[in-house]
């Protein structure tokens, strides 16, 4: 446990503690102190108090003296100063032609270094540009890239409800917000009308999700059986800031009607309640129309399952074997030298058109056969020339 002051620098901006060191400012005096970029001007905003070692940056640093008059004169000097190196450096920008928005310039107190906060698309190449500036102002020169969102605390301006943005009023720290917390909240997702100043989801979403996230807590969800006082119903809407549902119940010509209840008065159903919800008439639905099959697609021969016909429409290739080495040396001898992939791809070719090669073979031999025979043939048939001399 810690005495600390909260010390605020900005406007709307982060509150950082201090050790007193015997000094005990009230809230809206202007305090010196030393932080880790040398010493600053800032304005106390909380008085002193105890704090547990878990909410303390260490190491803490201390409060040197409350401001005086000086000191005052000095911190409106800065800021005219600052206005002025704003627009030198607008003049920079467009003399480097860099892709990048200067959004505001702060001058350390002791005047030791000058920060420039900018925005951009992407990673910017500002070395030509430091150099140019420290050339102006002989002093260091820091830029540092900044988000969207620290733009719009930065410059502020109104929102949407009509008035001032709350980063730049009094929030701190920008809180996480999603896309769920505007659904849980039953807010229209037109990114119009759930964005801020910035083009992000509003702030504001955070400040009532706990209570949402409480309320939905102890009520079933849209669409659920619940037991009321008038029996038993479905849930058609909830609403958590009202702390009310409306049900659905059926009324005694068994029609339906919409009752609001609060969420106190109803319940999930037990076990007793068993005979009630299957007595309840439920919605009529519409059988789902079945599913066209393509035409491209095989249907299933007469006596084969589903499961065959499947695996007919989609067939699978089988995975190569992986042999070892002394496999694949036995294949190597077995296929006579080929490797068992040639061997395997002869085989399929061989395969295809081996029958053809086959009868080609035998017809080839058989025209071969039937010259080689003809003059045979012809010599039997008409038998043996006679020789000459013979008839006379």
């Not at 005052?72 to 920079?92: G, M, P, T």
């Amino acid at each position: 446990m810690a005495t600390v002051i909260g010390v605020r620098f900005k406007k709307a901006g982060k509150v950082y503690y201090f050790d007193p060191d015997g000094i005990w400012p009230h809230p809206g005096d202007n305090v010196i102190v030393e932080t880790a970029r040398g010493v600053e001007f800032g304005e106390v905003v909380t008085g002193a108090r105890t704090v547990s070692d878990q909410q303390i940056v260490t190491p803490l640093k201390k409060v040197i003296r409350v401001a005086n008059e000086e000191d005052i004169r000095r911190a409106e000097a800065n800021e005219k100063r600052e206005q002025e190196a704003f627009q030198v450096c607008q003049e920079r920008i467009a003399k480097h032609k860099l892709d990048m928005k200067l959004v505001s310039v702060e001058y350390t107190f002791d005047n030791n270094k000058i920060i420039f906060y900018f925005t951009a698309n992407g990673r910017v190449d500002f070395r030509d540009l430091v150099k140019d500036l420290a050339s102006v102002f002989k002093i260091r020169i820091e830029l540092r890239q900044i988000g969207v969102r620290d733009e719009a605390k930065m410059l502020g301006g109104l929102g949407s409800c009509g008035r001032q943005i709350c980063c730049g009023a009094f929030l701190g720290d920008f809180q996480p917000v999603s896309i769920k917390m505007a659904k849980e909240q039953n807010l229209s997702l037109n990114p119009t009308k759930i964005s801020g100043q910035c083009g992000r989801l509003m702030c504001c979403l955070k400040y009532e999700q706990d209570n949402y996230e409480a309320v939905l807590k102890r009520v079933p969800r849209v669409g659920k059986d619940v037991i009321t006082p008038d029996g038993v119903g479905v849930i058609a809407e909830i609403n958590c800031i009202k702390e009310t549902v409306k049900v659905r119940v059926r009324v005694d010509d068994d029609s339906f009607d919409v009752r609001e209840y609060a969420i106190d008065d109803v319940r999930r159903p037990g076990p007793e309640d068993a005979a009630a919800l299957k007595d309840m008439p439920r919605p009529e639905r519409k059988p789902r129309r079945p599913r066209p099959q393509p035409e491209s697609e095989p249907k299933a021969a007469e006596g084969e399952g589903e499961e065959d016909a499947k695996k007919k429409r989609y067939p699978h290739q089988k995975a190569p074997k992986n042999l070892s080495t002394d496999q694949f040396l036995e294949k190597l001898r077995e296929n006579g030298g080929a490797t068992p992939v040639a061997a395997r791809e002869h085989r399929r070719r061989r395969g295809r058109g081996g029958k053809g090669a086959e009868a080609q073979q035998d017809q080839q031999a058989s025209q071969g056969s039937q010259g080689s025979q003809t003059p045979q043939g012809a010599e039997a048939q008409n038998g043996p020339a006679p020789e000459a001399g013979a008839g006379e």
